[in-house]
Nanobody, 125 residues
Framework: QVHLVESGGGLVQAGGSRRLSCAGS????????MAWFRQAPGKEREFVAA????????FYADSVEGRFTISKDNAKDMVDLQMDNLQPGDTAVYYC??????????????????WGQGTQVTVSS
């Protein structure tokens, strides 16, 4: 089992920055590929960013490329999402997720087995 807890959400003005953190515990966290997803009201959950188990490989949704940065610290069992130049369209509940079937990264929510409870990010214009 893997337990994930997100933190860092809140209200931010357009153009501002926010850093989300996801603390992992339970199973061997360091071998798990991780990702962030988000879900806005009335919309499907969508992929934001993913990181390989080692932290060396990352990839992003087109909508956040160049503005968001995902990072994984295996020594601290943490995955962070640095969000810069936030826009109202980024308003959503952000979820941290872990993938346990193999070491490959993925952008589909169905590939992830463990989820945090989510943290709300609201961007005002």
């Amino acid at each position: 089992q893997v337990h994930l807890v997100e933190s860092g959400g809140g209200l931010v003005q357009a153009g501002g920055s926010r850093r989300l953190s996801c603390a992992g515990s339970g199973r061997t966290f360091m071998y798990l590929p991780m990702a962030w997803f988000r879900q806005a009201p009335g919309k499907e959950r969508e992929f934001v960013a993913a990181v390989s188990w080692s932290g060396r490989i990352t990839f992003y949704a087109d909508s956040v490329e160049g503005r968001f940065t995902i990072s994984k610290d295996n020594a601290k069992d943490m995955v962070d999402l640095q969000m810069d130049n936030l826009q109202p369209g980024d308003t959503a509940v952000y979820y941290c997720a872990a993938k346990s079937d193999d070491y490959s990264t993925a952008s589909s929510s169905t590939d992830y087995d463990y989820w945090g409870q989510g943290t709300q990010v609201t961007v005002s214009s």
